[in-house]
């Protein structure tokens, strides 16, 4: 079945579909939608008790105090065994991150969804790009990383959000929902997922009492000398794993493409627009849309072509600009076309740099 | 009739129960424990009527669980 | 003979990095005995706070999260909420409940979470060397308060229990004190009526236990207890609050 949705709806959508069974947010534009879908669909959210029956998960929705307890709660909930999600918007997500931290370094799972808005500081309502550092370069205090996953579309919001927690608790790390205001405003028809979730709050390590068994502690505290050390090595070797096995891309005329735009996101669908009209105008270029951010996606960039030329594409002065030029590693040339603060790279913007750059 | 067993290595000298005991029968120690710190000693007179009653209070106020009470 | 006071289950058999004197010791065991006492260890899920109180898990025999600095209760309530099956309490001292906590408490407090709240009031920061507590009393002298707790520049003494009192989500406060076995076994009873009214579904219930820093008093713990009953009390008197 297919339903218009935006994309802040469809991310809700998807989470409830993903079996999340706690959800706490705090208002803030662009992302209202996801915490008003949430308090009116999640399963028996006026209860406010998330299990009636044994091993029946049902939701539980708390509006917070502020993003610090949501994240907070997020941080409980998780610690207790619960699919837990929380949303925000940019100047939400930076009080959010010394939580984020806190999971990180706890190895709790958790799905945090970032729609952007202009900043710095209060900044705007506009949509933007420009919490990529902070998303991709863990954004708290310590060595840690999230999972990043940017949608481009309404549908891969819905599609992505499952996903997100789906590689949370196989890799007990914290994922983000990294989007803008312009994808979580629009609307657009989502196809439902039929498929049946089987939710199984039966996490060896998670805190439910410890009938039978030695006491769980979830902490991310390690005094003792060579202790931390030992504890952030074993998180390093699982985002080893989470870099080989989980970069997502999208590549489209790779194989001809004398210059390749490389975009996420909103910025990814004005980036295709402009190929299909240069394509048709006998154009050869092409597009590397990475959906993973972090980890970002290398390979698509290994392409023989030594004359092939990158132009970087994002609503803010070049973020993963940097991570484009790490995985070019120098061989080629990378161009750069931004604009933020609720500016917006146009179609015609792109065809005329992508013409000099011809 | 009753007895307390400090367990000495894990006091830390506080003296808490010296101060408390109704009776006066503990005492600082001389020698030091494993933690390097005076540690306390049950020292009742036997047949005294000053003996322990086991009223329980040096092992209310341990801050580190080092009295059990017997009575 | 039989043994009349031994160390209950809920404890475990190592000795704590707490100083000599510290109240920690004695609120930690008062807390697991509760829990023996009510046969709930494996149903017990406790918050430990940042502060002195850090490692409470290292000394706990059953389940137990760390919180980031003043977010116990934000944890608590998401535990609580997904299993409220669980017995869920937090222990915390002032600065995480009372300075950079005091929002989380309020609300959580306000909503009525079915929590208990163990509250340590030992007056100062002691886990980073003795600053300037919300509770710390006027004319207190600390590392951040070199002439003592001046009114103009340092504002009251905090008394976050009368304030929680005032909301309606909140079902029990008492104020207790270990300066004494008396009252030690006093705060023992108040904090095992918190942990009751949580079984019986009754709300928020917060236990504050004035407790002896010596350390950072800069007193012997004799002393310490002693300036509890005489100066302390004074200005947080006992008793029941709600």
């Given at each position: 079945m297919k339903i218009l949705l935006s994309g802040n709806e469809a991310i809700a959508q998807g989470a409830i579909q993903a079996g999340c069974s706690f959800y706490a947010g705090y208002p803030i534009t662009p992302q209202n939608e996801i915490i008003a879908y949430m308090a009116k669909h999640m399963p028996s959210s006026r209860t406010g008790v998330c299990r009636t029956g044994k091993g029946q998960s049902q939701g539980v929705f708390i509006q917070a105090e502020s993003e610090l307890a949501a994240i907070n709660m997020v941080y409980g909930a998780s610690a207790a065994g619960a699919r837990a999600m929380t949303s925000s918007s940019s100047p939400g997500i930076s009080l959010m991150q010394e939580g984020i931290s806190y999971i990180a370094g706890s190895q709790l799972p958790a799905v945090i969804v970032n729609i952007m808005r202009g900043g710095p500081g209060l900044g705007n309502i506009a949509p933007a790009q420009s919490d990529y550092f902070q998303a991709t370069r863990s954004?708290?205090?310590?060595?840690y990383h999230l999972i990043v996953l940017a949608p481009a579309c309404v549908q891969e919001a819905y599609d992505l959000t499952q996903t997100g927690f789906d590689l949370a608790d196989r890799y007990r790390v914290p994922v983000m929902i990294l989007g803008d205001g312009i994808l979580g405003q629009m609307m657009e028809p989502v196809q439902l997922s039929t498929k049946k979730i089987k939710v199984s709050l039966a996490k060896s390590w998670a805190l439910d009492g410890c009938q039978g068994r030695k006491p769980n502690i979830i902490k991310s505290f390690f005094l003792r000398e060579g202790a931390l050390e030992d504890a952030n090595l074993k998180l390093q070797k699982n985002y080893a794993i989470i870099q080989q096995k989980e970069t997502r891309y999208e590549g489209l005329f790779l194989s001809d493409a004398k210059v390749i735009l490389v975009a996420y996101g909103t910025m990814a669908r004005i980036a295709k627009s402009a190929i299909s009209q240069l394509r048709s105008a006998g154009k050869k270029i092409g597009l590397i849309r990475p959906i993973s951010l972090w980890p970002f996606p290398q390979q698509p960039f290994s392409i023989k072509n030594s004359r092939v030329k990158y132009l970087v594409l994002e609503m803010s002065y070049g973020q993963m600009l940097e991570d484009v030029r790490l995985a070019v590693g120098g061989r080629r040339e990378v161009e750069f076309l931004g604009r933020s603060g609720g500016g917006v790279p146009s179609e015609e913007q792109i065809i005329n740099k992508v013409k000099k750059i011809l | 009739m009753a007895k307390i067993i400090i367990n000495q290595d894990k006091c830390k000298g506080c003296f808490l129960c010296v101060n408390f005991c109704p009776k006066g029968l503990i005492k600082k120690s001389v020698k030091l424990n494993k933690q390097g710190l005076n540690f306390v000693e049950f020292s009742p007179k036997a047949g005294d009527s000053t003996d322990c009653i086991g009223c329980m209070q040096c092992a209310v106020i341990c801050p580190d669980c080092c009295s059990e009470v017997y009575k | 003979m039989e043994k009349i006071f031994k160390r209950c289950q809920s404890l475990y058999d190592v000795p704590t990095h707490y100083c000599p004197g510290c109240g920690h010791g004695i609120a930690h065991r008062l807390v697991a005995e509760v829990v023996d006492e009510l046969d709930i260890r494996e149903k017990t899920i406790g918050i430990a706070p940042v502060g002195c109180a850090v490692v409470a898990y290292d000394y706990w025999n059953f389940d137990c999260s760390e919180a980031a600095h003043g977010r116990a209760l934000a944890v608590a309530t998401a535990i609580k909420r997904v299993h409220p099956q669980n017995v869920v309490f937090t222990y915390q001292g002032d600065g995480d409940l009372a300075a950079i906590g005091t929002n989380e408490t309020i609300h959580a407090a306000n909503r009525g979470e079915n929590l208990s709240v163990v509250f340590i009031n030992?007056?100062?920061?002691?886990?980073?060397?003795?600053q300037l507590a919300p509770t710390t009393l006027l004319g207190q002298k600390t590392s951040t308060s070199i002439e003592g707790r001046e009114k103009k520049a340092h504002g009251y003494p905090l008394k976050i229990s009368e304030m929680l009192a005032?909301?309606?989500?909140?079902?029990y406060i008492e104020r207790v004190s270990l300066q004494s076995p008396p009252e030690v076994l006093k705060a023992k009873r108040a904090i095992k009526q918190a942990f009751e009214n949580q079984i019986n579904n009754l709300g928020f219930s917060l236990v504050e236990i004035l407790s002896p820093c010596p350390t950072y008093w800069g007193l012997s713990p004799k002393e310490s207890l002693d300036w509890i009953r005489d100066v302390m009390q004074k200005e947080f008197p006992l008793g029941r609050i709600k």
């Open positions: 954004g708290g205090h310590g060595d | - | 030992n007056a100062v920061y002691g886990m980073t060397g003795g005032l909301l309606p989500g909140v079902c």
